[in-house]
């Protein structure tokens, strides 16, 4: 039977003089294990920050036209309340205001 220190001393490759080696094939799976250190750190952080959602799953670049085509649709606002703020987005004067 070997004792513990022999059996740490055969898997790390020690040399009995407080130094490891290269020999036995473990810079291998030091070599393995840090690749995928890394590329599994490098795919949460892109997918973490890569392209952030709210919390509805569409994307933050909606732009404000986007969004008021889509509350129409939905019918949370009027043709009228849609026609005055598409106005407003877009710069040019609502009819409303070219009566007055």
Same mark, same amino acid.
């Not at 995928?36 to 949460?44: D, E, I, P, Q």
């Not at 952030?52 to 889509?70: E, P």
């Given at each position: 039977?070997?004792?513990? !220190?022999?059996? /740490? &001393? $055969? /898997?790390?490759?020690?040399? =009995?003089?407080?130094? !490891?080696?290269? =020999? +036995? +094939?473990?810079?291998? $799976? !030091? $070599?393995? %294990?840090? $690749?995928?250190?890394? =590329? ?9 920050? +890569? %392209?952030?959602?709210? &919390? ?16 129409? %649709?939905?019918?949370? *606002?009027?043709?009228?309340?849609? @026609?005055? @703020?598409?106005?407003?987005? *877009? =710069? ?9």
């Amino acid at each position: 039977m070997i004792g513990p !220190m022999a059996a /740490i &001393q $055969v /898997i790390a490759d020690y040399d =009995g003089n407080g130094h !490891m080696t290269w =020999g +036995g +094939g473990w810079w291998i $799976v !030091m $070599v393995i %294990a840090m $690749v995928l250190f890394w =590329g599994l750190l490098a795919f949460w952080l892109i997918r973490e920050f +890569g %392209a952030r959602k709210n &919390q509805s799953g569409t994307a933050d670049s909606d732009d404000a036209l986007t969004i008021l085509d889509r509350r129409l %649709a939905e019918g949370s *606002i009027t043709s009228d309340e849609y @026609r005055e @703020r598409r106005a407003l987005l *877009i =710069g040019t004067p609502s009819p409303e205001s070219d009566s007055s």
